[in-house]
């Protein structure tokens, strides 16, 4: 009896590209991304990837305003769908702003992580996972000995 091939192995990098944007959402060009509201309302926003040539203007633009926000508006969340309890099953977003800050702060992180690949493309996503991979980790190595440890005996005067 043969056992079947078993699936490879996750890593925290493939978690983390399946959890933002596959590289099918990147040739569809949008990525359906549910939230949570700070009221506790669920949903789901569809983000667009921007235009190449908007995309190029968007970097600076974000050096500049020191915010991604810029990057959200340009995938275009124009319209979110709240859950089945709602009484409206489409609601206009309006200034992308205000709304990111009605979020909690993972689905607010990661409707903005997500617009960033969108914008950026797949390169950029994995550069973005691998470094937040390896500042993961870095952080949950254990300090030093040397650094750590308390002299044995106090010093003499």
Request: hydrophobic residues 40%.
């Amino acid at each position: 009896m043969t056992t079947p091939p078993s699936a490879p192995e996750a890593t925290p990098e493939t978690v983390l590209q399946e959890m933002f944007v596959t590289l099918a959402d990147h040739e569809a060009g949008f990525k359906d991304v549910d939230f949570l509201t700070l009221t506790g309302r669920r949903g789901v926003v569809r983000l667009h990837a921007p235009r190449r040539r908007h995309a190029r203007g968007l970097q600076s633009r974000v050096d500049k305003e020191g915010d991604s926000w810029p990057i959200v508006a340009a995938c275009q969340p124009g319209e979110r769908r709240l859950d089945a309890e709602s009484d409206a099953s489409e609601v206009a977003i309006g200034n992308v702003e205000p709304w990111l800050d009605s979020l909690t702060p993972f689905s607010a992180d990661l409707v903005e992580s997500v617009a960033l690949c969108l914008a950026f493309g797949w390169e950029f996503q994995k550069k973005m996972i691998a470094t937040a991979v390896e500042a993961a980790t870095a952080s949950m190595k254990p300090a030093s000995s040397s650094t750590s440890a308390a002299p044995a005996t106090p010093p003499e005067k």
